[in-house]
Each structure stands twice: as C-alpha cells, then as structure tokens.
C-alpha cells in the first residue's frame, strides 16, 4: 500500500512538471500597442510599427501626442526652399526633403527657369533672382507679359506733391515712383531745388519757396 501511495505521488509530480515545462514552452504573447505613421495612429505590435516605419507607444494617448507634432522638414517648389511637413509639401506639388542642405541643393541643381515681371518689364529668370529683384515670377513667357500689362499701383512725387501712379505714368511726369505712399511722401517732404520766375527775374528756389513769393516753378 506504502510503495502504491508513493508511485501515485511521483506521478503526479511528474505530470506537474510536464505541465510547467509546456507552459513555459509556450510562445509569449505578442504585445500589443499603438503605432504613429504619416500623422495616424493604429494599433499594431512593435515589430509591425517598426516593419512600417512608425513610431511604437504602448498607449494610444502617447501616440496621438506623438503624431500631433508635424514632424521637421523642408519642401523645394519652383526653386524656393521653406519649411514643411511632407503632406504639406505633397499640397503644393514640391519635393519633401528632411534637411533644408538637401533641399537647398536640389532647388538649386532643378531650378526651374522662367519669366520674372518687375516694373513693367519682362526677362528671363529662376523663381529666386525674381524674388531676389523684388519681381512676380511666371513659368511662360505670356503669363508674365499679360501681368506686367497691368499697371501695379504705387505712389509719385513730382514737385513737393504726392499722387497714386504706375511707374510709367510717374516716369512720363518726370517724378519720382515709390511702391508705398509712406515712401513717397517721406522723400516729397526733401526740399528739392529749381528754379522759379517772378517778374521777369529767374532765381534758385524749391517748390515752396517760389509759391511764397508768388513766382512759377520749373525743375530746370
């Protein structure tokens, strides 16, 4: 009876530990979590947000701060570096670089050559000399012609006085154009010599001057 309680009892401990050694057998469960790629968020184990190319968080709150961050960048379209996301960059139709090095060179080895307006007058030139002249840049040459053909507005100074004007109308009057009103009337306010005719005498004088004395002002 001894010897039948003590087989019964190494049994079972040998079917304990055959359970213990299949439990430990046993392939751990993949752990899930929440991965961030491209600005959303989806469940997913780290391998697979790292097969992605995502960012892993073990919360859904980590990874939707995560991806609330747009994510550093430059964009190069039509010549022109500036910083953006690369869905940002995608909207404008440009090229998605993550440093502004890279994307500096590429502008510059794909700069699109085009048509810069400035002033009423049109030549050739890349999107950045345009900016650069302080011109509207356009990729035909009948674009920027078309635009050029509209007077831009500005502001003249002839003679002490300050009207609106295109650079053409002020040039025709022998003024001075300026592209604000502040400009112009700071530069109008400049005593400007001439000269000016009162009873048959011709003598040195400003605008102001010669309306003083009742006398007609000529810029020569």
Known sequence: MKKKILGMCALAVLVAAGLLLSATA?????????????GE?????????????????ATKEEAEKYCQMPPPGWCCKDGVVFAATPEQCK????VWFMTQAEAE???????????????????IATPA???EKGGMWFATQAE????????????????????????????????????????AEKYCQIPLPGWCCKDGVVFVATPAQCKEKGGMWFST
Not at 26 to 38: H, I, Y
Not at 45 to 55: D, F, L, R, S
Not at 165 to 178: D, I, L
């Open 129 to 131: 000399q345009c900016k």
């Open 26 to 38: 046993r392939p751990a469960a993949a752990v899930e979590g929440w991965c961030c790629l491209n």
């Open 144 to 183: 920027a012609e078309k635009y050029c053909q509209i007077p831009p507005p500005g502001w003249c100074c002839l003679d002490g006085v300050v009207f609106a004007a295109s650079p053409e109308q002020c040039k025709e009057k022998g003024g001075m154009w300026f592209a604000t009103q502040a400009e």
């Open 91 to 94: 909207e404008k139709r440009g």
């Open 41 to 57: 968020v989806f469940s997913a184990t780290p391998e697979q947000c790292k097969e992605k190319g995502g960012a892993w968080f």
């Open 105 to 123: 060179r590429y502008c510059k080895e794909h700069a699109p050559t085009g048509w810069c307006c400035k002033d009423g007058v049109v030549f």
